[in-house]
């Protein structure tokens, strides 16, 4: 079956899956096991069905059963009591050839989310994969497994988007990556937003929250998942493409960081339990109350290795916000005894370089990574939330990536609302200074942009290493080859984002990166 059939029919069947308790299409493994003394219960899929971080034998299947997601309990209707949750994953989307099959409990301490790893499956193979509980089938879902160890790959196309406030648009961008047919999605943040929009009535999207206080309970950090997880066009996007997942702030609270403030110890921990409970990640980034293991490494053959960075749960706090002056924020930003990603996770991210196994190295991670100048005075600060404001751990890795001879660095980003496309440099004043890597940020797939204004002709002639800047939503498509990396920054404007009837999706930039020769190339 060809991509575009192949997609009508994974759509098709989140928009009109399932059978009831009674009906006689299920197939005969769906009925393998009850859980006694459960209440029944109707449809439970609603959050829909993921599949992320891809091995070469393995990939997470997840999905959480909430038959009325927007329960103020946060159990998204769902009764106390225990529920078996049936599984398979196949070779073929018409489950005639299915590799393997088997049945957990989704409980209620883990808001009846179930997170599957299959093991033993084939190298770069694509499967598909569903679920059964109290008598109800879920939309099917595709994934794949990453190719061998070491293995050639002659193509790597994924996408990556960021920041989806519920409040700020329709989630349009998700449409185009559905289209776009990816390999792999990455989400690099802000999967959720802890409060309510900043806009006025007039400037919201149509859609409002169930509740519109600021969440800082497990409950509500529950709830407020569920709602975000019940837009169509993100449950389509999951069920195309395996994911792989980082936080930034907002699954928490505004601009937390590794101290205990502003972001007390039982708000962490129950921001990162329902953030661990709506994503498809290993059991290994399982929260330990207040500390989840979510750093981590993935290979795409010899083509690709992915450095995923968690850059909130380890920074030292963020110094006041200097607003472009000198002074003693400068000094503290500067510190050499300041990390964005703490001793640990910097000393492991060193590790990774030492070795080259793949063409291309991504580091997916949050904030805005390369120098931003307002005024040309290296004096002066600014951006203290940012790398920019940790910046003798961004020299560490640089310097870092530099020393250990990795090839082709290319920072992934999230958070600022913007598109951004920027070559990297040692030293961000020395507009001479060699090109070592480039950063490309990836807009808001809603949150607010079309209020920031476009850099001025003077403010790129202090900042000549960034390329381009767009204010409006979208997603980043990424197309990787063995000889060049091709960055296209699509766009959805922001007048279609309030219109659920109205998606313009264009490509409005064009990048490309040679393997071996630094810089972005506009095509």
């Known amino acids: 079956m060809g991509q575009v059939n192949r997609r009508k029919v994974l759509l098709g069947g989140l928009a009109a899956v399932t059978a009831t308790a009674a009906s006689a299409a299920l197939p005969s493994w769906a009925n393998a096991r009850t859980t006694a003394a459960a209440p029944a219960v109707r449809d439970p899929f609603q959050l829909g069905i993921a599949s992320g971080d891809p091995l070469p034998d393995s990939?997470?299947?997840?999905?959480r059963l909430a038959p009325a997601p927007l329960s103020p309990d946060g159990f998204g209707g769902m009764p106390d009591a225990t529920y078996a949750v049936d599984w398979e994953i196949a070779n073929d989307e018409a489950f005639s050839s299915v590799v393997q099959r088997g049945s957990v409990d989704a409980v209620r301490a883990s808001g009846h989310s179930v997170h599957i790893e299959p093991v033993g499956l084939q190298p770069a193979r694509e499967y598909f994969y569903r679920f059964k509980s109290s008598g109800y089938l879920s939309p099917?879902?595709?994934?794949?497994?990453?190719?061998?160890?070491?293995?050639?790959?002659?193509?790597?196309?994924?996408?990556?988007?960021?920041c989806q406030h519920w409040e700020e648009g329709y989630y349009h961008a998700y449409k185009g990556i559905v289209a776009d047919d990816p390999d792999l999605v990455l989400f690099l943040g802000d999967y959720i937003y802890?409060?309510?929009?900043?806009?006025?009535?007039?400037?919201?999207?149509?859609?409002?929250?169930?509740f519109t206080e600021d969440v800082t309970t497990l409950a509500q950090y529950r709830a407020r998942h569920a709602q975000h997880k019940t837009d169509a066009d993100l449950q389509a996007a999951h069920a195309i493409a395996p994911w792989i997942v980082v936080f930034d702030d907002h699954e928490v609270m505004n601009n937390w960081n590794g101290t205990t403030s502003p972001a007390p110890a039982a708000r962490k921990a129950a921001g990162f339990q329902a953030f661990y409970e709506n994503t498809p990640i290993r059991s290994t980034a399982k929260p330990n109350g207040a500390s989840i293991q979510l750093y981590r490494q993935l290979m795409w053959g010899s083509l690709a290795r992915f450095h995923l960075l968690d850059t909130r749960q380890y920074r030292s706090a963020q110094v006041p916000d200097p607003a472009g002056d000198a002074g003693p924020a400068c000094t503290d930003m500067r510190s050499t005894s300041r990390s964005i990603l703490g001793g640990t996770e910097e000393a492991w991210l060193l590790k990774q370089f030492e070795s080259h196994p793949a063409t291309w190295d991504f580091l997916g991670q949050q904030v805005f990574f390369a120098t931003r100048d307002a005024d040309g005075?290296?004096?002066?600060?600014?951006?203290?939330?940012?790398?920019?404001?940790?910046?003798?751990?961004?020299?560490?890795?640089?310097?870092?990536w530099v020393d250990r001879k990795v090839a082709n660095p290319v920072v992934l980003t999230g958070d600022v609302h913007r598109h951004w496309a920027a070559d990297l440099r040692l030293d961000y004043f020395d507009h001479s200074d060699p090109v070592i890597g480039s950063e490309l940020v990836t807009t808001s797939v809603t949150s607010n942009s079309d209020t920031a204004g476009a850099p001025s002709a003077t403010w790129y002639a202090n900042n000549p290493h960034v390329k381009y800047c767009k204010g409006e939503r979208g997603y980043v498509r990424v197309t990787t080859t063995p000889s060049e990396m091709r960055a296209d920054f699509m766009t959805t404007s922001d007048t279609s984002v309030y219109d659920p009837a109205s998606v313009v999706i264009k490509?409005?930039?064009?990048?490309?990166?040679?393997?071996?020769?630094?810089?972005?190339q506009q095509v």
Not at 195 to 210: D, H, I, V
């Open 507 to 520: 490509n409005d930039r064009s990048y490309v990166v040679q393997a071996g020769k630094a810089g972005l």
């Open 194 to 210: 802890e409060k309510k929009s900043g806009r006025t009535a007039q400037e919201r999207n149509p859609r409002s929250l169930a």
């Open 377 to 400: 005075d290296k004096a002066t600060c600014e951006s203290n939330d940012s790398w920019q404001g940790y910046e003798a751990s961004r020299n560490r890795i640089q310097q870092g």
């Open 140 to 162: 099917v879902g595709r994934t794949r497994t990453a190719p061998a160890a070491g293995a050639a790959v002659n193509r790597l196309k994924y996408c990556f988007s960021s």
């Open 59 to 63: 990939v997470v299947l997840w999905t």
